[in-house]
């Protein structure tokens, strides 16, 4: 069942790229909570960010140094042109990884826009190292 139009939710996320940051402040609460737990481990090889904003909020997760390459995926290309570093234009519904490709992903409130969660929660699990 498809309750978002996928195509029309990129289309809103680029139009309203250009003032998230005066608006942000859900996102901002979220980084704020999810950093205090993220850094169990001291290292992660690959780390892949799903729908991220480069908000200066966001720099402790995007460039902590126990990460070592990273990898940004959005349906909006403006918002993956914030970051340095490997930039995948996708539909954040279908992962294009390999499993057990990635140590860490990061995918700050945007479960809310998937049709399917089960099924996008599992090409999560598949995409991680057991």
């Known amino acids: 069942m498809k309750i978002f139009d996928r195509e029309q939710l990129r289309k809103n ?5 250009p003032s998230f940051a005066e608006s942000a402040f859900l996102y901002e609460t979220a980084l704020d909570s999810i950093q205090s737990r993220l850094f169990l481990k001291s290292s992660y090889e690959r780390a892949l960010f799903i729908g991220m904003r480069n908000l200066k909020e966001a720099e402790p997760i995007i460039n902590h140094g126990a990460i070592k390459n990273k990898i940004f995926v959005d349906s909006s290309s403006e918002y ?10 996708i539909d954040e519904e279908l992962l294009p990884f390999a499993p057990g490709s990635f140590d860490l992903v990061v995918s700050l409130l945007n479960l809310h826009t998937i049709n399917l969660v089960p099924e996008f929660l599992a090409q999560v699990s598949s995409i991680l190292k057991p």
């Open 13 to 17: 996320k680029s139009r309203a790229f």
């Open 80 to 89: 993956l042109s914030e970051f340095e570093g490997q930039k995948i234009l």
